[in-house]
Every structure is written in structure tokens, then in C-alpha cells.
């Protein structure tokens, strides 16, 4: 099994007065977000002292739910403070990339910088950046593989040209090279069932979060379907669970601590994207019916095609579902080894620091999970 600390670098002060989406910028304080990103470094490093096999990150825009518009430049920085673990992007959003030759550029320098420890991860994004971005959702998919095309073509060819429907190059030369051959190892979030068809014809590694166990055990399962249909069995390397997860020293404490943390990380997921109320980016059903089709869920079992609204699930609903692994740790252990067993995965990327968690908080969960959790999973 590979750990890896999974960060979406969230704002830790929004005011629960604040309106809904979109949150006006005067309430970002700027030394507030200053002190969260060195924050967030600082744990992101001190896991390779921890023994975790990496940090992953993602991309997120107009929302103090992720803070992070470009996770590249996270990456670069931990490049120069890290040495061994490796360093992923899940991912950068390329459908909302006018030119993808610059992530097929920085995603090469990035893994010159880090030594050849780049996991360069791809994403499709949340519906309301694409009204944000003024990207026609409608072309999301179309984008979103033509860029992946471009950009392998880009680190595998010396001189290269592209024609498709949204991109046309010709007689282009990639400098830098990714130090990687012949590319970094590539992740792609992916839950429809257009993408996880589209991830087995490229035999590609998927990540899942944001769903129930059982749920997740559907999609990873229609994954392992579809690649038996096309020849192959997929491995437990292909295969990446997300988890909010936090270690204290006892059951209670560890609800004491972080159950209020979670709260206030729903409350920042609302007003980032679930209650997008500004007059074009409420009509969430046309966005969704311009990203994923009638067949895109329908691999679910009957009793797993409701999504579920998180936020209203008590504690122990919470743990149930599988959506968040707390407790002490021998409790930690057994929610996720009974995880892991379930869905068949061998990566497993844990969201230590939830929403307003103090730092200290989240550096005593990575140290006992170093200690007494990493250990027994071994």
C-alpha cells in the first residue's frame, strides 16, 4: 500500500456571514492566506521525514474551498525542499487550459525539478469553473482528451504537429524534457462512465473521493469490468482512494478535534460550488447535462445512484459511509484496511488537514499515523 498526504489547502477563516457563491475577494485577508500557505507547506515537507510515499494536491479557482489556482507552483516549491517522496498534481484542469502545451511544458519542468518525482495527474474540474472560466462545458470531454493527446505527444516526440478539433500545432519542439521517459506517471480523477471507459483504453490509474464506499466499490468495479472486456486485469496500483481521515488518541478525542473542522470545510464546499445562487452559475442541471450523460451513472447499483449530501450525515453516519476514517489508532487501521480491501486499491491519499484544522492539529494526526498506523498497514 502507498500513503500519501492529500492537500486541497483550504481557507481556514471565512466568516459565517459570508454570502453565498460568489464570495466576494475582501474576504480573503492576505496575511491569513499567507500564514495557510507556508502552513500547508510545512506539513507537505515534514511528511517526507514521516516515511508517507508523497503529497498530492489539486487545482481549484474562485473558492476558499481550495486555494490552490495553480498547484504547480506548490509543486516547484516542495521540489526544493523535498528529496525523496514523490510530488503529485491531481490535477491540473485541462479543459480549462487554452493552450495544454504549457502543462505538457511546466509538468515537464516540474519533474526536472523534483529529480523525477513528478505524478503528473489530470482533471476535468467542477461544473461552475466553467462558467467562471467562460468554457463551454458541452466541450469538456472533446477538450479534455485531445489535450491529453497533445501533451504525450509533446514529451514523446522530438519534433512534433497537432491537428484536432480545438488545437492545431505544427513543427513544435518541447524544451524541457520531462526527466521521466518516456513521461511522469499519469492519475486522472474520473467517476462517469465515459471516463473510467476512456482511463481502461489508456490503462490509466483513477482516484475517487466524495462518495460512499459502496459507491466507490461501483466504480472501480465497472473499471475492472470494462478492462476485462478489453483484454486486461486491472491491478490494485490502478486504483487510488481519498479519504478525510484524522488520528487521535482515543475515538473521542479524535471526534473532539476534527468533527468541527469537517463542519466548517462542508459549510466552505457550499459556497464554493453546491450552492452556486449567482444567477449563471445556478442552473446546475444544465451544467451537469452538458458534462455527463443519461448512461454516465447508470453502472451504479440501484441503492448507490443517489448522491449524498454529506453535510447532513451525523458522525457516525459519516464513518459508516466510509466518507471520513477518524479515531484512535487502532480504529484508524481497521476503517481503512476495511476500505482498502473493499474497493481493491493499493494508493490511498489521506485529506489530513480538514477545512479550519489548526496546524498543530494536523501535524499531531500525520505523526501518530506515521507511528502507529503506517506500521500495521505494512
Known amino acids: 500500500m502507498k500513503l500519501y498526504n492529500f492537500d486541497l489547502l483550504a481557507y481556514p477563516k471565512l466568516d459565517n456571514n459570508a454570502p453565498r457563491t460568489p464570495v466576494p475577494s475582501s474576504y480573503f485577508d492576505p496575511s491569513v492566506g499567507a500564514a495557510n500557505y507556508q502552513e500547508h507547506i510545512d506539513e507537505m515537507a515534514y511528511c517526507e521525514k514521516l516515511g508517507f510515499d508523497g503529497v498530492v494536491f489539486n487545482e481549484h479557482h474562485y473558492s476558499a474551498y481550495g486555494t490552490m489556482p495553480s498547484p504547480n507552483l506548490i509543486a516547484a516549491a516542495l521540489s526544493q525542499r523535498t528529496r525523496r517522496m514523490r510530488i503529485g498534481v491531481l490535477g491540473n484542469i485541462l479543459p480549462l487550459r487554452s493552450h495544454p502545451v504549457r502543462v505538457a511544458e511546466e509538468y515537464a519542468m516540474l519533474d526536472c525539478l523534483t529529480g523525477g518525482r513528478l505524478i503528473a495527474g489530470f482533471v476535468r474540474g467542477v461544473p ?18 485531445e489535450a491529453y493527446e497533445l501533451i504525450k505527444t509533446a514529451w514523446t516526440q ?31 480523477a474520473a467517476r462517469s ?15 475517487q ?24 486485469e486491472a491491478p490494485p496500483e490502478n486504483f487510488i482512494l481519498t479519504r478525510h481521515i484524522f488520528v487521535g488518541e482515543s475515538d473521542e ?57 454529506f453535510a447532513a450525515l ?29 474497493v481493491g486499491a493499493s494508493h490511498f491519499m489521506g485529506m489530513f488537514h480538514i477545512g479550519n484544522l489548526a496546524h498543530e492539529e494536523v501535524v499531531r494526526s500525520l505523526e501518530r499515523f506515521s507511528a502507529e498506523v503506517r506500521p500495521a498497514l505494512a
Open 158 to 188: 522530438p519534433v512534433w504537429s497537432y491537428k484536432g478539433k480545438f488545437f492545431e500545432f505544427e513543427d513544435c519542439a518541447l524544451w524541457p524534457r520531462p526527466l521521466q521517459q518516456p513521461h511522469p506517471p499519469i492519475w486522472v
Open 253 to 309: 478525542e479524535a471526534r473532539r478535534i476534527a468533527e468541527p473542522a469537517l463542519r466548517y470545510f462542508f459549510t466552505l464546499s457550499a459556497r464554493g460550488f453546491n450552492e452556486a445562487v449567482n444567477e449563471r452559475a445556478a442552473d446546475r442541471e444544465k451544467l451537469n447535462a452538458a458534462l455527463n450523460s443519461a448512461r454516465s451513472f447508470s453502472y451504479f447499483r440501484e441503492e448507490n445512484r443517489p448522491r449524498i449530501d
Open 193 to 207: 462512465a465515459e471516463s473510467l471507459e476512456w482511463c481502461v483504453s489508456k490503462q490509466l490509474p483513477v482516484a
Open 209 to 232: 473521493v466524495y462518495s460512499t464506499t459502496a459507491q466507490i466499490e461501483d466504480t472501480f468495479g465497472y473499471y475492472r469490468t470494462v478492462a476485462r472486456k478489453a483484454g486486461w
Open 314 to 342: 451525523s458522525w457516525e453516519e459519516l464513518i459508516d459511509t466510509g466518507y471520513v476514517i477518524a479515531g484512535s489508532p487502532g480504529t484508524v487501521v481497521k476503517q481503512l484496511r476495511d476500505q482498502m480491501d473493499r
Open 128 to 145: 461552475a469553473e466553467y462558467v467562471w472560466y467562460n468554457v463551454d462545458p458541452a466541450e469538456s470531454r472533446g477538450r479534455f482528451e
